[in-house]
DNA sequence: TATTGTTATACTCTATAACTATA
DNA sequence: TATAGTTATAGAGTATAACAATA
């Protein structure tokens, strides 16, 4: 089979196992997404990160209403200019942000478990030429856009 | 970045540029599945196929419809058992599977135009490694389950 | 009664665009 | 008037389950 497909064959699969996994921590791929943005660059307004995200800002208020409700994230006013919500995590946001990574490190292990240690440094080298080549943004899943 | 994430990046973004480009010969992802697998195995059940795509039968009737009506798929009933439609390509069928290939080499050459020969073959080899582990049936697309 | 294919229904998800509040 | 955030609406796509034909 040719590297197009089993690069689009393996990441589909990769990104539903991922989702399986922190479906146990009652997260989604988009919800995942968002909390790593938001503790990478706190502050940061709604229409921002919509935008980095790749998706509606229509579409990210009700991603921010359900992990607000749940105290993962906060809106903050901005007293200069009250129509921006910069959005933060709270305390559990940053112990929840845990719990994803161990859930990462796991999902690695288990899709890279064929592999031995040069061959997964290769792989790892290979594709990022090829995520660079391509215009991928570092840490910002195409998926976000319609899953 | 990590090899899931890369991967998962990398195949997603895959998968929505094959989609853009075969959507030329006004195709989606899993009408292209389907043309693959009548092409590979000619003469099975809808139910067969269903199965092997993943996808529920009454996802498949509509899909089979509107290749059918193209002229593309034709249902040859079984006259030994008449419940049975044979799912076979027509010759406008094979005529598109060869348009199709010639689409996918065009996109397997643009996804690895950052890549020697040397490395082309081992992120090849890398990849089979992986989804033979993964247990992904060679030239089934997981997102057929769901696009 | 069981199975194949089909149709109907109800549900989820989404983008678009209207709306509000602030500037 | 313009922009950030929100809400409303309408559409696409889907799985589930009921149904008809055949065994």
Request: aromatic fraction near 2%; hydrophobic fraction near 45%.
């Amino acid at each position: 089979m040719n590297v197009a497909f089993l690069l689009s064959q393996l990441g589909v699969h990769a990104a539903a196992q991922f989702a399986e996994r922190i479906a146990e921590l009652d997260l989604t791929p988009p919800q995942t997404g968002l909390i790593r943005l938001v503790a990478s660059e706190p502050g940061l307004s709604q229409q921002a990160v919509a935008a980095r995200l790749g998706m509606p800002a229509s579409r990210l208020v009700a991603l921010v209403d359900g992990l607000d409700e749940r105290g993962v994230v906060e809106r903050r006013r901005n007293p200069q200019d009250r129509r921006l919500h910069a959005l933060h995590l709270t305390k559990a946001g940053e112990e929840l942000l845990g719990r994803i990574a161990v859930v990462g490190r796991a999902h690695e292990q288990a899709l890279t478990e064929g592999l031995d240690a040069a061959d997964h440094a290769t792989l790892q080298r290979l594709l990022t030429v090829l995520a660079e080549k391509q215009g991928l943004t570092p840490g910002v899943h195409p998926g976000y856009r319609r899953i």
